[in-house]
Structures are given as structure tokens and as C-alpha cells.
């Protein structure tokens, strides 16, 4: 008889010392803050806005990013020495070279030319390399070719997002959501509101809510040059577009295999320049930046507190503060770009201020 080790002694004590060095980080972190967003209580709807800016590389995707980390170390797809390449248009690669260069690992994050100078600066600090791309849509065809060239791992963010994931608990942010607002007046939301990047948040806050039988709708916004919105609509799952989102962390040209649309009850397509005019108004009405995303989220949960106002629902709304606004001075806070990408802001600030006044949706 013949035997074949294919895994040394050395190679799994890595792997148990990489996985032990994530477990630990993740329980020096405290779960991210839930914070009310300042609507009047008398309009009978209360907007949450779970905070996952304060995680320890500021974002929503360091959760994604700890997750694919474990996920490739538990499958034997990553060992010691092995380079990861990811494809990202900045948050997920400013995570994964933060866990990367825990791990001793290099990181070459594959993005589009156009992503923010403050991301790029944020994934080289981490330690990680950025290698750019002219075309957005040709990031997953370097990816893998730079996999293939050094013998390295494609961490396929697009593809391992909603896998990844355990959608049942451990911490997820369905669960955390929920924990959290178990003390509130309505702690079962009326809605979830959140964006599609890769689709593995959807999947996961979408699963959750059926898993424990809530009653809880969920919606995903979409920004323009996106295509998930209209593939849901039309049930056209090998949709493509032209190009990417200006809204970098969520929106996609084709529709990513971690987007489970089975699991999302209502879709909203948001502008750009509304985006914009929600996160150049929150930074009034709270004292600090937040990002794009965020934006969107917003714009999309504000439309639904009015409804469920105007319909005499009293209830919760939850959506996600995804990033701080800090990654985005030379792009949605900077005037001449907004004038250069021809975006005016200007009707959905009227929006906007019948919203925060009356609590009406026009």
C-alpha cells in the first residue's frame, strides 16, 4: 500500500497558529456600535445605522475580509508563504492586507485606475501592493493571471462572499444587528436596509431573517451604472453593463455570484448625486464624514421611514454606516469633482429637506 502525506506537520501548525492569531484579534475587538439616527421620535419610525466604520481597518469589509482569510486557511487554499491577490476597488483590499501582513503574507490588491488616492494610500500602509487596471471589468482576468504567475491564492471576494460567511450566527452582522437592538422600542425592524458589492451582506442579513423566522423585509439599494437592480427586476441574472459604479464599495457591471436575489424583497435604485447629497448633509447632522455607500443607504432607508409613516406603521429601520468619509477628500467632498463627473446634487437636497422637515417623501 501507498501512502501520500500532502499536508506536513510545519504546514498545519501554520495554519493553526494563522487561524488562532484572526480568532484572537477578532476578540480584542468589540462589536461595532448601533446608533440612532436623528430623526423626530413623533413620526412613530426609528432609523438605526449600525456603525462598521470602527472596526480596526475602518469598514464594513473587514468582516468579509476575516471571514475569506478563514475560509481559504480552513479549505488548504492558503499556507505559509503564499501570496493573495484580491480583486477590489479598495475597502476588502485595505482588510485583507491588514490580515495579510498579520499572517506574514504578500497582498496584491488588483483595482480599478480610477479608485481614491486615500484608499490606495490605506492598502500600501497595511503593507499590500496595488496593481491597476485601466478597464474595471478586466479585474478578475488579472487576478487570476497574477494567481497562476506567483503560484498564489485569488481570494474572490465575488465569488467566496456569501460562503464565507457562517449566515446561521457567529457574529455575523445579521446577528449583531439583531442582539443589539433587542432593548429597543421595536427591536424586530420593520426593514433592512443595506448595498450590494460582492451581495454576500444581502445574503447573509437575507438568510438570517428566515433562518430565525423574522418578520424583518429586506432592501438593497443600488447606485446608477450598476446592474443588480435591473437584473432582479427582470430576472436576468447574466446582465452585464458598460462600466462600474461611482460609488465605490457597492454596484457591480454583472451580477457577482454572492448576490442571492431569492432572499431580497424590494430593490431601489438610487442616483449618484443623491448619494452625494445624503452624505454632504450627514456630515452636518451628525459632525463627521461618512462615505458613498453610506449615502445610498441612507437615501433608500429615508424613502422607506416615510412610507411607513405615511402608511401609521410605528416601527424600525436599520442600515449600515459602511466607511468614514475620510477615504473619499479628493472625490464626494471635493467640489471640482462633482463638477467634472457632471453631478448635481441640487434636486435631491430638495428632497432631502422636505424629508427632514415634514417627514414626506417627494
Known amino acids: 500500500m501507498t501512502a501520500v502525506d500532502r499536508c506536513s506537520d510545519q504546514t498545519r501548525a501554520w495554519v493553526c497558529e494563522a487561524v488562532r492569531l484572526i480568532e484572537a484579534d477578532a476578540n480584542r475587538s468589540a462589536d461595532t456600535h448601533l ?24 469598514s464594513l469589509k473587514h468582516r ?3 471571514s475569506l482569510f ?16 484580491e480583486a477590489s476597488s479598495g475597502s476588502t483590499a485595505v482588510s485583507e492586507a491588514y490580515f495579510a501582513r498579520m499572517l506574514g ?4 490588491a488588483v483595482m480599478p485606475r480610477t479608485t481614491s488616492p486615500e484608499k490606495v494610500e490605506l492598502i500600501e500602509r497595511q503593507g499590500g501592493r496595488c496593481h491597476f487596471v485601466d478597464e474595471p471589468g478586466r479585474i478578475y482576468a488579472e487576478s487570476h493571471r497574477l494567481a497562476a504567475e506567483l503560484d498564489g491564492h485569488f481570494m474572490d471576494q465575488f465569488t467566496h462572499a456569501e460562503r464565507a460567511t457562517d449566515w446561521r450566527g457567529n457574529n455575523n452582522i445579521a446577528e449583531s444587528v439583531f442582539d443589539q437592538m433587542a432593548k429597543e ?3 424586530v425592524p420593520e426593514w433592512v436596509v443595506v448595498g450590494a458589492g460582492t451581495g454576500g451582506t444581502s445574503a447573509t442579513i437575507g438568510r438570517y431573517i428566515r433562518y430565525r423566522k423574522l418578520a424583518t423585509r429586506l432592501a438593497v439599494v443600488d447606485p446608477e451604472n450598476s446592474v443588480f437592480f435591473d437584473a432582479w427586476r427582470d430576472a436576468q441574472p447574466e446582465l452585464t453593463g458598460a462600466r462600474g459604479s461611482r460609488i ?13 436575489g431569492e432572499v431580497i424583497d424590494r430593490m431601489i435604485k438610487v442616483p449618484d448625486a443623491a448619494s452625494i447629497a445624503v452624505i454632504r448633509r450627514v456630515e452636518r447632522l451628525l459632525g463627521r464624514r461618512v462615505g458613498g455607500s453610506t449615502g445610498t443607504n441612507l437615501w433608500g432607508a429615508f424613502q422607506i421611514v416615510a412610507e411607513l409613516a405615511a402608511a401609521g406603521v410605528s416601527g424600525s429601520v436599520v442600515t449600515l454606516l459602511c466607511d468614514g468619509g475620510e477615504r473619499y477628500g479628493h472625490t464626494y467632498y471635493d467640489d471640482a469633482w462633482q463638477a467634472a463627473q457632471g453631478i448635481d446634487p441640487a434636486p435631491y437636497d ?13
Do not use: M
Request: hydrophobic share 40%; net charge neutral; with cysteine.
Open 185 to 187: 422600542p421595536h427591536p
Open 64 to 66: 468579509l475580509a476575516r
Open 70 to 85: 478563514l475560509y481559504a486557511l480552513c479549505n488548504g487554499w492558503i499556507v505559509q508563504g503564499t501570496p493573495v491577490i
Open 248 to 260: 465605490e464599495g457597492i454596484g457591480r457591471p454583472r451580477v457577482e455570484p454572492s448576490f442571492l
Open 35 to 58: 446608533l440612532q439616527f436623528p430623526l423626530p421620535v413623533d413620526r412613530g419610525v426609528r432609523l438605526y445605522l449600525k456603525d462598521e466604520s470602527t472596526h480596526p481597518t475602518g
Open 350 to 362: 430638495r428632497v432631502l429637506d422636505t424629508f427632514l422637515t415634514t417627514g414626506e417623501w417627494a
Open 105 to 108: 503574507l504578500p497582498f496584491i
